[in-house]
């Protein structure tokens, strides 16, 4: 098992920036594809972005592409997420998870199995 724990989230203004971390304990987050999501009030929770075990290949949904950076550094046991020109639109709870060992982080969130907590993101205009 791994267990997951966010951090750095804020009230930032419009345009700024922010930089979320994702702490790891339990199992070696090395042997783990991980995937941050987001849920604002009212809505489902979805899919921000993913990173493979290595760190080599990310995915992003459209809405961030190019404003957000998923990286991942086993030797830290941290995922983070670098947060860029943000807009009221990104305010919302942003989780980290990660699927089974061995599972794929894919853009579904039922597909997790380990969260975190969560880390709140409001972004003022």
């Known amino acids: 098992q791994v267990q997951l724990v966010e951090s750095g989230g804020g009230l930032v203004q419009a345009g700024g920036s922010l930089r979320l971390s994702c702490a790891a304990s339990?199992?070696?987050?090395?042997?783990?594809?991980v995937g941050w999501f987001r849920q604002a009030p009212g809505k489902e929770r979805e899919f921000v972005a993913s990173v493979d075990k290595n760190g080599g290949t990310t995915y992003y949904a459209d809405s961030v592409k190019g404003r957000f950076t998923i990286s991942k550094h086993n030797g830290e046991r941290t995922i983070y997420l670098q947060l860029s020109s943000l807009k009221p639109d990104d305010t919302a709870v942003y989780y980290c998870a990660a699927p089974s060992l061995g599972r794929p982080a894919t853009r579904i969130a039922t597909d997790y199995d380990y969260w975190g907590q969560g880390t709140q993101v409001t972004v003022s205009s």
């Open positions: 339990g199992r070696t987050i090395s042997l783990y594809e």
